[in-house]
């Protein structure tokens, strides 16, 4: 072996522990995020950080998630093969990517054009064939496409957004979080069943907040 495919084994092996580490224990999931290299993912200054357990700064002033969080959410959403998945916050792609190894189908939405076209890039190079990202305010969902298996929502909200609630399937599950502030969020978790809504709250998270409407370049 070379001493880059060296270390570059070892980086995985390193990824793969943090996330296990972390509680991301579902096979499934960690196959997915074994397949997806985070690197094409973060371009310029940060991209030799790709696999360390961390968030990053991304273009428009907005984050990649932390693989671990990336984990935990896509866990608790008990994505199915069969499934039809609705994120709202594209960002870099990357979650969006991670959910397209487990799901049937996935649409991102993002409030930045410019993260839309850059995200869409990465999935044609990735051969990444079943997402249709959409530039929008995904705090609206996207009613023509409606009804979705699962939801994930990777900006912070007070409340989960009613449009979305209404846009789950009966026996789906939404993952979110949500908070009234910059410091006190909670990823909340919402079975949709035939007689309501169930909440579970899990860990606490940093989100950057939803926002209403188009982003300057939107
Ligand atoms: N899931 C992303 C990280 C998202 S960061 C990843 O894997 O990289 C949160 C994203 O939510 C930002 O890109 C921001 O532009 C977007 N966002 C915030 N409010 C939004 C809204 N109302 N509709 C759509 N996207 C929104």
Redesign the pocket.
């Known amino acids: 072996m070379t001493d880059e495919a060296a270390s570059t084994a070892e980086r995985k092996m390193q990824f793969l522990y943090a996330l296990r580490s972390k509680g991301v224990t579902d096979k499934r999931v960690l196959e997915a995020m074994e397949s997806v290299d985070r690197g094409p993912?973060i371009t310029g200054l940060f991209s030799e950080r790709a696999y360390e357990d961390m968030p990053l700064p991304?273009a428009?002033?907005?984050?990649?998630?932390q693989p671990s969080v990336?984990g935990l959410m896509t866990q608790a959403l008990e994505i199915t093969p069969r499934d039809k998945v609705l994120?709202?916050?594209?960002?870099?792609?990357?979650?969006?990517?991670?959910l397209s190894k487990l799901a049937r189908r996935v649409y991102?939405?993002?409030?930045?054009r410019r993260?839309v076209h850059e995200?869409r890039t990465i999935f044609q190079n990735l051969d990444l064939v079943n997402i249709t990202a959409i530039t929008?305010?995904?705090?609206?969902g996207l009613a023509e496409q409606a009804p979705f298996d699962r939801i994930?929502?990777?900006?912070a909200a007070e409340d989960p957004p009613g449009p979305l609630l209404a846009q789950l399937k009966e026996g789906g599950i939404m993952v979110l979080p949500v908070g009234q502030s910059d410091a006190v969020q909670h990823l909340i978790r919402v079975r949709k069943t035939a007689t309501g809504l169930e909440y579970d709250e899990m860990r606490s998270v940093r989100?950057?907040?939803?926002?209403?409407?188009?982003?300057k370049d939107g």
């Open positions: 993912f991304i428009c002033g907005q984050t990649i998630s990336v994120e709202i916050g594209t960002g870099s792609g990357y979650q969006a990517a991670i991102t939405i993002d409030r930045h993260l995200a929008g305010d995904g705090s609206y994930i929502v990777t900006a989100f950057v907040p939803l926002l209403e409407g188009l982003g």
